[in-house]
């Protein structure tokens, strides 16, 4: 089975921040309109799969 990934971007940080769980450790989280994303901040980077 394959499973899609995402690297992300923090715009705030101005750093990568790899799968995102990194977000859970900024004080800055402000909630995303879009789904599927956590933090406003976030943006990807790479996207891909792999398998599982």
Not at 11 to 32: M, P, Q, R, V, W
């Amino acid at each position: 089975m394959k499973q899609k990934c995402y690297e992300f971007y923090c715009t705030l940080k101005k750093k990568e921040i790899g799968d995102g769980f990194a977000c859970f450790h900024c004080n800055s989280i402000k909630k995303a309109k879009k789904p599927g994303q956590m933090c406003e901040h976030e943006h990807v980077m790479r996207e891909y799969t792999r398998e599982v």
